[in-house]
């Protein structure tokens, strides 16, 4: 019951937004740190962190994966995922997210949430990461 009241709230907050945010496309949705959290906790979602592995290795949020946008290989890594699986993507501080969120839109994928603000301000806010040892 909490899962579904979770999801419907997650969906309302979502289409309110996307009435608020201008997008190319309805593919892609600019998601705050509120609605970052709600989306954690679906299950069928791709976590990516599109920063390089050394800002990666400086600390990450939980359960997300890192593919470097500024990687030779990013076009082949992107296509590794799975285009009709919403993908959750997010960086230093939104730019480069908002430039792979594009680039996935332009290779097919379905649904992108680019979590504005990046990494910077999840930690601002007060959200825990992942530091390495």
């Known amino acids: 019951m909490k899962n579904i009241f979770g999801i419907a709230l997650l969906i309302l907050v979502l ?3 996307s009435c608020q945010q201008s997008s190319k496309n309805d593919a892609i949705q600019v998601v705050t740190t509120e609605e970052m959290q709600m ?3 679906l299950d069928d979602v ?3 962190d599109v ?3 050394e800002e990666y290795a400086e600390g990450y949020i939980a359960n997300f994966q890192n593919i470097d946008f500024l990687s030779e290989t990013f076009d082949e890594d992107i296509l590794k995922l799975d285009k009709d699986k919403p993908v959750i ?5 939104g730019g480069r997210s908002a430039e792979c969120a594009e680039k996935m839109l332009d ?3 379905t649904k992108i949430y680019d979590f ?3 990494i910077t301000k999840w ?3 007060g959200h825990a990461v992942v530091v390495p040892n």
């Open 15 to 17: 289409s309110i937004s």
């Open 39 to 41: 989306l954690l906790d």
């Open 46 to 48: 791709q976590l990516i």
């Open 51 to 53: 920063r390089t592995p």
């Open 89 to 93: 993507l997010y960086c230093k501080s």
């Open 107 to 109: 290779a097919g994928f």
């Open 116 to 118: 504005k603000g990046g």
């Open 123 to 125: 930690e601002h806010e």
